[in-house]
């Protein structure tokens, strides 16, 4: 066995120590873990400060998950609806999504794919199989999104074979992987993985961090193993209430991760996905939170601001608006202080 994967062995698992470690309630506690299954591991439990804190938020059962609005859906981004063979979802013309996973090394309570962890399950190799076949017959798709779960549960040959076959499809340009292993067990990005991983450039891997306290001296290392390989890493956060929804959170979490060398690419707001409500804040919130980026930091540091639309409508970018007025071609803008200033527009 590899170290991560004892790691992965020795996550908290068991209710009754999470009910002694936090004060719990344990009929509570154990009601919520049965629907939605919970792994912490070792590394990422340590960072807790605080019962209720946004590490502790992120990891630990919530009664409030099973009590959340009906109306809301199983499956909120069509995905079911969306697949093209059995582990393959498009949406978009010229690319698509490859779950090659059904587990996570930590199961994140606001997670989308909720429903489908409430039992974490295995990809077959004829399911692979068959999903690199579809990709193949369909000459559109020039972009693989390698996803799950998580990928990097895998073994490293079985993430090789998963590489391999995509690779070999001639109009497959890029190939990305999403992984919150570097945050979640950060011992899983060994050197060998990194090596393995650069036989398949142009590759690309987004992370998912969603607080500074997340960028450890271990996750930094690990994300610097995959940058030394050579691998652009960019970032999917979510907008989490109570996590990191307020100016100086997001401001730090930004700058972290492009000192890590990551560069942010999307802020999600949450699905809308049964037993999540409680992490979601408003559009104009959000907005306003954007704002607080552009120009008080690095551009590089911004992410695009994103919305998933229900039943696989697919992603839109809110884009706070600077144009205060127009009269013919005389825009009049605010800047990021909020101080005016005209720029003459041409004819169209
Ligand atoms: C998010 C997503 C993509 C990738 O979208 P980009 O905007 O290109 O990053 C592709 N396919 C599906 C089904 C997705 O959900
Ligand atoms: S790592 Fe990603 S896919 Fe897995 S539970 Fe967390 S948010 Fe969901």
């Known amino acids: 066995m590899e170290k991560w994967q004892r790691s992965l062995a020795d996550a908290l698992c068991d209710p009754d120590e999470l009910v002694r470690r936090f004060d719990l309630d344990r009929d509570a506690t154990r009601r919520v873990a049965e629907t939605f299954p919970f792994r912490i591991p070792r590394g990422y439990l340590g960072l807790i400060r605080a019962k209720g804190d946004p590490i502790y938020l992120q990891c630990v059962p919530d009664p409030r998950e099973l009590e959340d609005d009906p109306a809301l859906l199983d499956d909120p981004l069509g995905e079911e609806s969306h697949t093209l063979a059995p582990g393959i979802v498009q949406r978009y013309p010229d690319r698509c999504l490859l779950m090659a996973s059904g587990r996570c090394a930590m199961y994140c309570r606001f997670c989308t794919r909720k429903r489908k962890f409430r039992r974490p399950f295995a990809v077959s190799r004829e399911e692979i199989d068959r999903g690199i076949a579809c990709i193949a017959e369909n000459e559109t798709l020039r972009d693989v999104l390698v996803s ?24 497959v340009e890029i190939i990305r992987i999403g992984t919150r292993t570097p945050c979640t067990l950060p011992e899983r990005i060994t050197r060998r993985l990194a090596a393995m991983l650069k036989k398949f450039h142009p590759l690309f891997v987004n992370v998912h961090f969603n607080h500074p306290d997340e960028l450890t001296p271990a996750a930094v290392e690990a994300l610097a193993r995959l940058a030394d390989a050579g691998i652009p890493l960019g970032s999917q956060t979510v907008l989490l209430r109570g996590v990191n929804d307020d100016p100086e959170t997001l401001k730090r979490l930004m700058r972290k991760l492009l000192a890590a060398r990551v560069r942010p690419y ?6 809308l996905i049964y037993g999540t409500s409680h992490f979601r804040s408003s559009i104009a919130h959000a907005a306003g939170l954007i704002d607080r980026l552009r120009g008080w930091t690095s551009g590089m540091a911004v992410p695009h601001l994103i919305i998933d639309l229900p039943n696989g409508f697919g992603k839109v970018a809110i884009t706070p608006d600077h144009l205060v007025e127009r009269h013919g071609n005389d825009c009049l803008f605010a800047n990021y202080r909020g101080e005016l200033c005209h720029y003459p527009d041409v004819e169209k």
């Open 266 to 271: 999307y802020l999600f707001l949450p699905d």
């Open 148 to 171: 799950g779960g998580d990928p990097f549960l895998l073994e490293d040959d079985q993430i090789e074979y998963i590489l391999a076959g995509v690779r070999r499809i001639e109009h």
